[in-house]
């Protein structure tokens, strides 16, 4: 669960940041860069439907593996802003692909056995690069020090609408 609450801090984090420069990020647009920041995680579907079923059902070889792609992301970001408005498309799409993104990079600077990331560049290419292995997604560490971060962004934007 660190790893969870690791990703939303850091989009609550980067969209705060914006907001302080754009006043056009409101608090509702800074929630939705903490919802693009789950997108990469919607793979975890497979829980409740494992890709054989699907795979049966449609009768084509599928995996939920694509989703946690940034090739995914994308696609999943898409839909959502599909879900908006028409003229909060272009903001809610590029704050949702903003969490989804930083989810991608935070995720390639795991530490795991292999000393490589996940296939990144996929579907153009299946080259896992290599990984810094800076922590483990049940590393605490990482929770605290983004919690600390959003509890600073919290205060200077509290600080700057006084």
């Keep these: 669960m660190p790893d969870i609450l690791t990703h939303v801090l850091v989009g609550y ?17 800074v929630t939705v860069a903490m919802l693009g920041t789950l997108l990469p995680d919607l793979t975890k ?3 409740l439907v494992p890709s054989m079923v699907v795979e ?12 946690h792609t940034p090739f995914g992301s994308l696609l999943a970001a898409s839909v ?13 799409l590029a704050l949702l692909l903003l969490g989804a993104f930083s989810h991608h990079a935070l995720d390639a ?3 795991n056995v292999t000393g ?3 296939p990144l560049l996929w579907p153009l290419s299946t080259y896992h690069i290599p990984s810094p292995g800076l922590y483990l997604s049940s590393d605490r560490w990482p929770a605290l ?14 600080a700057q609408n006084e």
């Design 13 to 29: 984090c980067l969209a705060t940041l914006l907001s302080l420069r754009d006043d056009r990020i409101t608090p509702p647009y």
């Design 45 to 47: 579907i497979e829980l």
């Design 56 to 67: 049966q059902a449609i009768g084509l070889p599928f995996s939920w593996f694509a989703i």
């Design 80 to 92: 959502g802003a599909l879900l908006v408005a028409p003229h909060h498309r272009r903001q809610v």
């Design 109 to 111: 600077m795991l530490l």
């Design 116 to 118: 490589s990331s996940y």
């Design 145 to 158: 020090l983004t919690g600390s971060l959003a509890a600073v962004m919290w205060t200077v934007k509290r």
